[in-house]
């Protein structure tokens, strides 16, 4: 099966490669009459953008979204959505002088170890570029969960060691690293810039909340919700963990503290804790789902490293352009993205059963 399509009834196939004409992708499952216009699209491509501040890339794409197909008249028509992003800033000649070098910690050797060849200018298809494709096929995903009042919010919690304590979503789109801690945001840009500075990089953590979300989202065993949330998260570039809910700090914890121990409220069967994330059995449960991503630091630094060119030869490799200092800003689009796509992924997956489930936390009244 090929690797750039993702999802069962609502499936995202994306294309393109960092320096080609575009990329763009073709999202099939759409309900129809969902309202949808380019400017929904754009508003997030505007967040993942590149360019937007001084701790992340200097290339300057606009990330104009085109909508090929799939609606008319402002609504989808329930057939694929096709879009289109044109790249309007790629200066391959930027790797013209290592285009026959593997360069570490990036995707050069194994696709080169795969398929024999590979495209050598920021990336090819390897390249974050990529994810501009899967962030409008979130706005899609969004817009389907906000017909059914679920959001989804993304906002950074550490980078390069400095977490956020203080939690304000006004505070998120303020600043350029996406904390919703005002304070340590300013710390965490000086972190990033002293990185840049030193012609380095740097790591961070990413989190994203679901909220309004119904009970009995997910399936048992193999597709489990938290495991769908996984692949999504863990099919994005730079990622290397993930949690839901309490994450690793749940193997520090007893059973009598983990448990989310179950209350009614208004009718409604609840946690008085959320240590589970939202999910028990691969189930959705009605809380809040959480789930939280660790991004390594970018791979591109123009500090010397050691590695090998095509031929097997050692070489020392500087890696020139413009590249991300931290990608944790600019991901936590991406991460709201994928999440949102498995969430309205599994609702109409749901609504293929006929509406058994998805009771958003009442029990059915005759006790089954």
Not at 32 to 45: F, K, N, S, Y
Not at 77 to 92: E, K
Not at 99 to 117: E, I, L, M, N, Q
């Amino acid at each position: 099966m090929a690797g750039s399509s993702f999802g069962r009834l609502l499936t995202l196939s994306t294309f393109g490669e960092s320096h080609g004409p575009a990329v763009g992708g073709v999202l099939d499952g759409v309900p129809p009459g969902i309202p949808l216009v380019e400017v929904d699209i754009q508003r997030e491509l505007d967040r993942r953008r590149p360019g937007q501040s001084s701790v992340t890339t200097e290339r300057a794409e606009p990330d104009t979204v085109e909508i090929l197909s799939g609606v008319f008249e402002g609504r989808t028509m329930g057939t694929p959505v096709a879009f289109l992003i044109r790249n309007s800033s790629a200066r391959s000649s930027d790797y013209e002088s290592i285009k026959d070098v593997f360069r570490p910690g990036h995707a050069d050797w194994t696709y080169f170890a795969k398929y024999g060849v590979r495209d050598w200018r920021g990336g090819g298809r390897s390249s974050g570029r990529e994810t501009a494709a899967r962030v409008a096929a979130g706005a899609v995903a969004k817009a389907i969960l906000s017909r059914r009042g679920i959001a989804v919010l993304g906002y950074t919690v550490e980078i390069a060691g400095v977490r956020a304590r203080a939690f304000d979503p006004a505070e998120i789109e303020r600043n350029p690293v996406r904390s919703p801690d005002a304070g340590k945001a300013a710390v965490m840009i000086q972190k990033i810039e002293e990185a840049k500075k030193a012609g380095d990089s740097v790591g961070g953590v990413a989190e994203v909340r679901v909220s309004g979300c119904p009970a009995g989202l997910g399936e048992p065993v193999f597709d489990k919700l938290e495991a769908l949330l996984a692949h999504a998260i863990m099919s994005i570039g730079a990622a290397r963990s993930v949690e839901v809910g309490a994450g690793i700090e749940a193997a520090r914890m007893r059973g009598s503290q983990f448990n989310d121990e179950l209350a009614m409220d208004s009718g409604r069967v609840t946690t008085r804790t959320n240590n589970a994330g939202g999910i028990a059995g691969g189930i959705s449960t009605g809380s809040d789902i959480i789930v939280r991503a660790a991004f390594r630091p970018p791979a591109s630094i123009s500090l010397p490293q050691a590695s090998v060119n095509v031929r097997g030869d050692p070489v020392t490799v500087e890696v020139m352009g413009r590249h991300d200092p931290c990608i944790v800003p600019r991901a936590v689009p991406v991460m709201e993205a994928m999440t949102a796509l498995v969430i309205a992924d599994c609702l109409l997956m749901q609504d293929a059963r006929g509406g058994t489930g998805g009771h958003g936390g009442t029990p059915d009244p005759r006790g089954r």
